[in-house]
């Protein structure tokens, strides 16, 4: 391995944060580093944000479509062509890849260095970055922004080796509507696959473990969201947990919950863990970046919807200003901190959650 190249940043992760936040160094005229070992936007324009929110919008076409001759508007049969749903989706992300790939690549005569590999530490302020190319380079740098985000998590009832089990990701590959969807979590990943299901066509049942949908929200907003699910013709089983899962014949999936009244069993044609967990494999005991700058990523590790709000109110007493999701906030207001100019002035916003299910949901910061 050649001699370690010394930057004034790096930051590891093109989603989020890594859109603004190296340009803005680089744009200060710091010699900057971005490392990214898999798709240019990371999760909210690959399998996230952009594509979730084509099929929500997709699911609300047929929604209104049902409920025509309610508006008075009188519509044939209705049906959903779920290729034709992926299609366009996939439509939809590559064109915002492209959008992503070119803030990134057109920055002419910036000092910004993209490097498509894994990165890890291997001492204090330095990583190795092992290239797609095979090649390993040594970098380092006194901050390091950790933007690595979070992946699906998996699902560890037992049984599940013998089930096929989906993720946020691999749902929206689907090419034929469930029948019956069962959903583990009932956080706005479940929430928002359930209802966009539902409306497409098939039974859903959403399986929450903690008494209330949507647990960081507000209980009247849970009640009042677990209502509208329930008029929509899902099964909300909260308080449950799942227990044990089991293969029935014709690919259909058995799931033994414990609900508060006892176990009951459930059966399904498909089965989503809608649940995630940070990508922080890289390593925490080596955070090396400056002490506010680490608590900020490392907090962002977490799960998606506390990282929201914990990074809403840190960033909030740092830079005062708010924008749609934690790091996209943190890298857009914190590199002025960074680098002591002035940060913005607090500014109140009524920013919204990233729940887009219908109704949306606001909050008020
Ligand atoms: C199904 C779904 C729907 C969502 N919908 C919304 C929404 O509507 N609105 C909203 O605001 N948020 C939404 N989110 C959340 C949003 O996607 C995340 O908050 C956001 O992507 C977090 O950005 P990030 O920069 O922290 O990390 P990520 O987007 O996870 O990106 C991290 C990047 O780091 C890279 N990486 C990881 N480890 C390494 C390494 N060692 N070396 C090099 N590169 C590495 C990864 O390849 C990835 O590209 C959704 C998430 C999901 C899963």
Request: proline share 5%; net charge positive.
């Amino acid at each position: 391995m050649s001699q370690a190249t010394n930057y004034d940043v790096i930051v590891i992760g093109t989603s989020q944060g890594g859109r603004f936040l190296p340009i803005a160094f680089a744009k200060a005229g710091r010699r900057v580093a971005l490392i990214e070992r898999g798709q240019l936007g990371g999760v909210c324009v690959n399998v996230g944000c952009t594509p979730t929110k084509t099929m929500v919008a997709s699911a609300r076409v047929a929604y209104l479509a049902r409920r025509g001759a309610l508006y008075g508007v009188h519509t044939g049969p209705i049906s959903v062509d779920l290729q034709a749903v992926r299609k366009r989706k996939q439509g939809m992300v590559e064109g915002a890849g492209n959008n992503f790939k070119s803030r990134i690549t057109a920055v002419q005569g910036l000092d910004l260095d993209l490097l498509r590999g894994e990165a890890h530490f291997s001492a204090p302020k330095t990583l190795e970055v092992s290239l797609a190319d095979g090649e390993t380079r040594e970098i380092t740098a006194p901050l390091i922004f950790i933007d690595t985000g979070a992946r699906p998590k998996q699902l560890t009832i037992k049984g599940v080796e013998n089930v096929s089990v989906l993720n946020s990701t691999t749902i929206m590959e689907l090419e034929t509507l469930p029948e019956h969807l069962l959903i583990i979590g009932g956080g706005y990943i479940g929430l928002e696959f359930g209802q966009m299901f539902r409306r497409f066509g098939s039974r859903v049942t959403i399986i929450q473990n903690h008494p209330r949908l949507l647990m960081n929200e507000d209980e009247d907003v849970s009640d009042e969201v677990t209502k509208i699910f329930r008029e929509d013709g899902i099964t909300v089983l909260s308080g449950t947990t799942p227990q044990q899962v089991e293969p029935l014949s014709g690919g259909h999936i058995h799931l033994t919950v414990r609900t508060p009244q006892g176990e009951q069993q459930l059966s399904g044609s498909h089965l989503l863990a809608a649940i995630v967990s940070p990508t922080l494999k890289l390593s925490a005991q080596k955070l090396l970046a400056s002490t506010w700058i680490r608590r900020a990523t490392s907090r962002s590790m977490g799960n998606w919807k506390r990282t929201f709000l914990v990074s809403t109110r840190w960033v909030m007493s740092k830079v005062g200003q708010l924008s749609r999701t934690p790091l996209m906030m943190t890298s857009a207001f914190c590199a002025p901190t960074c680098l002591n100019m002035a940060a913005p002035a607090y500014r109140i916003a009524l920013s919204p959650t990233p729940f887009s299910s219908i109704p949306s949901l606001g909050v008020l910061a």
